[in-house]
C-alpha cells in the first residue's frame, strides 16, 4: 500500500485550526498560508467537523497535530488510534504529522492531559523505539513536540536539551520547537532557554509554535488563551534567526478571540521570522 505520509513543503506563518474561524478561512477574510489540523478533534466518524475540514483543504495546505497517541507511555502502541490517524491523513494529505514528548494513557487508561516524562537513558529507549513504530507505520518521518512540564524527576540525569537531542537523532526524526512551552519550562525549573536553543540540532527543527501562557508569579502555565507574551516573541526572535525559514504556527484553545486577533500574531510571526531575510521577504518553503 502507499505509504499514507510524504512530507510536503510548508511556508511562512500559520494558524491553529479553531472552529470559531471556520467561517472566516472559507471566506479567505486573510491570506493564511497553511493550517495546522488537531487530528483528535476530526478522529470520530463523519459528521459536521470533517465536512468543515474537507473545504478548508480544498483551500488550504494543512499539517496534522496530534494529542492522543501517548508516545511517551511503556504500554503497547495503540495501533487502533493509529489507524484513525493513518486513515485521516489518506484523506486529507497533511503535509507532515506531529506528536508530544510527553504521556497521556497508562494500563488503558487515558488521562487527557500531556504528562511529563524524566529525562533518563531509559525514557531515550522507549521514545526511540516507539517513534520508530510510528514512523514504520507513516512510511515517513514524524515530528516531536517539546511539552510544558510541571515537575521533575530526581531521576533525570541529562537536562532537557540533550534529552529532544537524543530522541530527535536517535529515533531519526524531526522537532515542532513550541517556543512557549520552551519559555514555560525555562521560567519554571529555573534554565536559560538560550542554552537550550543553541544545544539542538538545527537541521532537526522542522516546525515551531507560539501560544500565549498565564503567569501566576512563581510559576507559569502554558495555557493558550491568551496573547503571545513578549518575552516568547523575543525568545522566538532568537530561534528564527537560529532556524531560519522554519515555519511557525500560533495556538489558541481556551476564550479563542477573533479571527483578526489571530491573523494579527500569525502576521508579526511572519515578520520576525522573515527578519533575516529582508532582500527577498520571502520564505523558503520548507520540508522536513
Ligand atoms: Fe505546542
Not at 520552551?182 to 522542522?206: I, K, M, S
Not at 532582500?279 to 523558503?284: A, E, F, I, L, R
Request: charged share 20%; proline share 7%; net charge negative.
Amino acid at each position: 500500500m502507499t505509504p499514507p505520509f510524504k512530507n510536503r513543503p510548508i511556508a511562512g506563518a500559520g494558524l491553529g485550526l479553531r472552529s470559531p474561524h471556520y467561517g472566516d478561512l472559507m471566506a479567505g477574510a486573510a491570506d493564511v498560508p497553511w493550517l495546522e489540523v488537531l487530528a483528535d478533534n476530526y478522529a470520530h466518524g463523519d459528521g459536521l467537523p470533517l465536512w468543515h475540514l474537507e473545504g478548508i483543504r480544498e483551500r488550504y495546505p494543512v499539517v496534522f497535530h496530534g494529542v492522543g497517541l501517548s508516545l511517551g507511555s511503556a504500554d503497547p502502541l495503540d495501533s487502533a488510534y493509529l489507524d484513525t490517524i493513518l486513515d485521516l491523513a489518506r484523506r486529507f494529505e497533511p503535509a507532515w504529522y506531529s506528536e508530544h514528548l510527553a504521556w497521556t494513557a497508562s494500563g488503558g487508561r487515558h488521562h487527557h492531559e500531556l504528562l511529563p516524562l524524566p529525562f533518563m537513558e531509559e525514557t531515550v529507549q522507549t521514545l526511540v523505539d516507539r517513534v520508530g513504530q510510528v514512523q514504520d507505520r507513516l512510511g515517513e518521518r514524524m515530528l516531536v513536540e517539546n511539552s510544558a512540564a510541571y515537575t521533575a524527576f530526581d531521576a533525570s540525569h541529562m537536562t532537557e536539551a540533550e534529552f529532544v537531542g537524543r530522541v530527535l537523532e536517535e529515533a531519526d526524526c524531526f522537532l515542532l520547537l513550541d517556543v512557549n512551552n520552551l519559555y514555560v519550562n525555562a521560567r519554571n525549573h529555573a534554565f536559560d532557554p538560550l542554552d537550550y536553543l543553541r544545544g539542538l540540532p538545527p537541521h532537526r527543527v522542522a516546525q515551531m509554535h507560539l501560544a500565549g501562557h498565564d503567569d501566576h508569579g512563581h510559576y507559569l502555565v502554558d495555557a493558550h488563551g491568551s496573547a503571545v507574551a513578549e518575552p516568547v516573541w523575543e525568545l522566538y526572535a532568537e530561534a528564527a534567526r537560529l532556524f531560519p525559514g522554519v515555519p511557525v504556527c500560533v495556538e489558541w484553545d481556551r476564550e479563542v478571540p477573533g479571527f483578526e486577533v489571530l491573523v494579527a500574531e500569525m502576521r508579526r510571526a511572519g515578520q520576525a521570522m522573515r527578519f533575516e531575510e529582508p532582500d527577498s521577504g520571502k520564505v523558503t518553503p520548507h520540508a522536513p
